[in-house]
């Protein structure tokens, strides 16, 4: 497997690998990584799809990317997911998946379309006094001993980051900063999440610094991610008689060291309370999702708080698999599950989805967000951040275009929201976040856009239905960790199998999102199988001059360097820099930057 960029590998169609029709595949887990890695291994790899099995613990496709109308309780949905215009391998997959909306067309030409004709912008990024002032003044407000840090984070290698913390690296102003209050709230990092992630969110991203104020760096899916991104991806693999079995918990891989190499000899599963087992030969291909975000949601609904009695620490199916894969290395080469799901206080957060089609809610939105829900377009333009809630539950709220469901009534509104702060009280609601029913957390979000107080319990009872989920291991993958403790996604010396999902470690790219889980699933069909075509490389705007220029002005709040407050001797040293490059390409890009007249 080989990384290249440019249309010459984007355009070409490898050549089939050799011996694929001998070759079977057997893949747990059926999130973004597992359909990606099938649909890899159809497209390119070009094995038959009945030799492609699908091994899913429950009774629906599409992980963490779910999207539901559960008939008795509402909708749910545990987390939104944002997309950018570089996400290489996602546009390279979905562009050869037909839309299930529009016949002829490709899930990437509907999606392009979509935010050509309704490109996503915010007119509010945050608000404060209960949603009387609401703002986006795409200031970052970073002091100087703040700027500094972050650019010092930008240029450290990463294994100089391993096992810290990024309050290890930027100072006690940084807390204070629009910077932190945008990014915190946008990627959920944590104080005490990991410096080496915060890092490369930095390099990965530079090139939307200018656009993470008003969320324009984003792009949306029209429907919710299961409708619009999974149910096209399944319908591509069924069409190509690729097999889903259900209902398949998956409880260990065999897996055996004979000299230098090392197979994958057997699958150990539980159906319908049976153990049952599949074994294996060197040609048979296993692909292992190991670990999961959303791993022991918990669910609760408009009268009900989630049940959290089954949550413990490192408890969860995926967390078993991947301790008893981990097991069995000999030097730790399977990665090390505890570091990421051994403390659930550091990881988890609480979403909920509320339904409304009331006017008094829907004008108190209108007002913040200066949009109409109702008419489906941009409407939010991503999380509204709640800051007088930063010192009790941390709340963020989000409406995607409506309807986000095709099921969902042309008058009725769905509100995301999620609180980072799951164990303090809220502002109105005196009771911790994950003890609360979805009425009680529909009080607190109604308390902080303006409603009335003597309206907010009968309008969150009588005019709203909330669902909630908590997560006790959503942020697991931000613990601070080495490299070496996800495993690579085809360790050294692996013949027949991979690890996939955001829990396996390839370089550049960043967890947490869609691409990172289809890069696993691309990287470990190409290796597996030796395709020999390359596999788009992470954007390097991090390597790219003007765009580091450009986003070093946007730091600074749009200022020429001549506005930055400076000492004595750093005035002199930039009036000699300037100096040496007058006359120079170096001195054009400052300026088409912004950075100098």
């Known amino acids: 497997m080989y990384y290249a960029s440019g249309t010459y590998e984007a355009f070409a169609h490898p050549k089939k690998p050799k011996d694929v029709d001998e070759k079977s595949a057997y893949i747990i ?241 539980v159906k319908e309370g049976k153990e049952c087992s599949i074994d294996l030969i060197e040609k048979d291909l296993v692909f292992i999702t190991n670990g999961c975000c959303t791993d022991t949601s918990c669910y609760g609904d408009q009268n009900h708080a989630p049940n959290l009695n089954h949550v413990k620490n490192g408890c969860g199916e995926s967390w078993d698999l991947w301790k008893n894969i981990a097991s069995q290395a000999e030097h730790g080469e399977y990665g090390r599950p505890e570091v990421f799901c051994s403390d659930i206080e550091a990881t988890n957060w609480m979403s909920a989805t509320v339904a409304t089609s009331n006017e008094e809610i829907i004008e108190k939105i209108m007002n913040i967000c200066k949009r109409d829900p109702r008419i489906g377009k941009v409407t939010t333009g991503g ?42 009280k809220g502002n109105y609601v005196q009771r911790e976040m994950r003890n609360c029913t979805g009425q009680e957390i529909c009080q607190e979000w109604l308390y902080h856009i303006g409603i009335e107080e003597s309206h907010i319990q009968d309008l969150a009872q009588n005019a709203c239905h909330t669902t909630t989920c908590f997560m006790p291991y959503i942020n697991a993958f931000f613990q601070p960790r080495k490299n070496s403790d996800r495993p690579k996604i085809v360790v050294d010396g692996a013949v027949n199998f991979a690890f996939i999902g955001q829990f396996a470690e390839t370089p550049r790219d960043t967890i947490f999102t869609t691409e990172y889980s289809i890069r696993t699933g691309m990287e470990s069909v190409y290796t597996l199988l030796d395709i020999d075509r390359g596999v788009p490389e992470v954007w390097g705007s991090q390597y790219d001059v003007r765009e580091l220029l450009k986003a070093s002005y946007y730091a600074i709040d749009k200022k020429m360097l001549s506005q930055v407050k400076l000492s004595l001797k750093e005035r002199e040293m930039l009036k000699v820099l300037l100096k040496r490059v007058k006359g120079t390409d170096i001195e054009l890009l400052l300026k088409e930057s912004g950075l100098i007249e």
């Open 29 to 269: 887990g059926t999130g973004l990584a597992g359909l990606s890695a099938a649909f890899y291994l159809v497209r390119d790899g070009q094995m038959k799809g009945e030799h492609i099995h699908l091994l899913e613990k429950l009774d629906l496709a599409g992980g963490s990317c779910d999207g539901r109308k559960d008939l008795n309780k509402g909708f749910y949905m545990r987390g939104g997911r944002e997309m950018d215009n570089h996400f290489e391998i996602m546009w390279d997959m979905f562009r050869d998946v037909p839309s299930i909306e529009t016949p002829g067309i490709s899930v990437l030409d509907e999606y392009y379309w979509l935010n050509k004709e309704d490109p996503n912008y915010s007119l509010c990024r945050a608000t404060v006094n209960r949603g009387q002032d609401a703002y986006t003044d795409k200031q970052f407000k970073l002091d100087k001993e703040s700027a500094l840090a972050l650019s010092h984070l930008f240029m450290t290698p990463e294994k100089d980051l391993e096992d810290k913390k990024i309050s290890d690296v930027l100072p006690e102003s940084f807390w204070n900063t629009n910077f932190w209050l945008y990014w915190q709230t946008m990627f959920a990092f944590q104080k005490w999440s990991s410096a080496l992630e915060m890092k490369r969110y930095l390099c990965r991203y530079v090139h939307h610094i200018d656009g993470l104020p008003d969320f324009s760096a984003l792009r949306f899916t029209k429907y919710n991610q299961y409708e619009s991104m999974i149910l096209p991806l399944v319908k591509y693999l069924e069409a190509h008689h690729v097999q889903i079995e259900y209902g398949m918990d998956v409880k260990n891989v065999i897996l055996e060291t004979r000299g230098n190499k090392k197979i994958a000899r057997q699958i150990i599963y």
């Open 383 to 424: 999380i509204v951040t709640i800051k007088d809630s930063v010192d009790h539950w941390y709340m963020s709220w989000t409406i995607n275009r409506q309807p986000q469901f095709k099921a969902q009534d042309k008058n009725t509104v769905l509100i995301w929201l999620y609180g980072l702060h799951t164990d303090v």
